[in-house]
């Protein structure tokens, strides 16, 4: 409730509200209805004999709500340039504009994989894990890091 009370003062104060903080604020809203809605699916979905869902022990989606947060607000940006930057028939211009969108999807598939055991399956289970963990939350803020690092030598 108190993050709920802060945006909204923060909002009026403001003369213009960005698309971002909007689309951030509805996901903060509905990310536990949806959370609710997956692990519903995921229970019918999932069997005893399985470790998880989709081969992801269930543990690890105590936490994969933040990645996934993080990654989503990412990627709103890029996906926005692509919808927004109107009729281009020079093919080249949207490969460009994908760049950020494929390398904040590498880190995620590659640690999700890893954490299914879909790659890396021949290492042991707690390596298997902590890997794709941490390809995870590092492959976001490496890729952010150095998205940020390009897009202000652009702007500058």
Same mark, same amino acid.
């Given at each position: ?17 960005? $698309? ?13 209805? /949806? =959370? +609710?809605?997956?692990? !519903?699916? =995921? !229970? #019918? ?6 470790? =998880?869902?989709? &081969? /992801? $022990? ?19 940006? $890029?996906?926005?340039?692509? %919808?927004? +930057?109107?009729?281009?028939?020079? %093919?080249? +211009? ?5 760049? $950020? /969108? ?19 399956? #021949? ?5 298997? !894990?902590?890997? &794709? +963990? ?23």
């Amino acid at each position: 409730m108190a993050i709920i009370l802060y945006a909204l003062i923060v909002i009026r104060k403001m003369s213009y509200i960005e $698309p971002n903080i909007i689309i951030t604020f509805i996901i903060l809203l509905i990310a536990p209805v /949806i =959370g +609710s809605f997956s692990g !519903q699916i =995921g !229970q #019918e979905v999932s069997t005893e004999d399985e470790t =998880g869902f989709a &081969g /992801i $022990p269930r543990v690890h989606f105590l936490w994969l709500w933040l990645p996934a947060y993080w990654y989503s607000t990412a990627l709103i940006g $890029p996906i926005y340039n692509i %919808f927004t +930057s109107g009729i281009d028939f020079w %093919f080249i +211009s949207h490969i460009i504009r994908m760049i $950020p /969108i494929i390398a904040y999807a590498a880190p995620l598939y590659f640690g999700l994989s890893i954490l299914s055991g879909n790659n890396m399956s #021949e290492y042991n289970k707690v390596i298997r !894990q902590t890997l &794709g +963990s941490l390809i995870i939350l590092l492959g976001f803020w490496i890729v952010t890091f150095i998205h940020f690092y390009i897009y202000n030598l652009i702007v500058k």
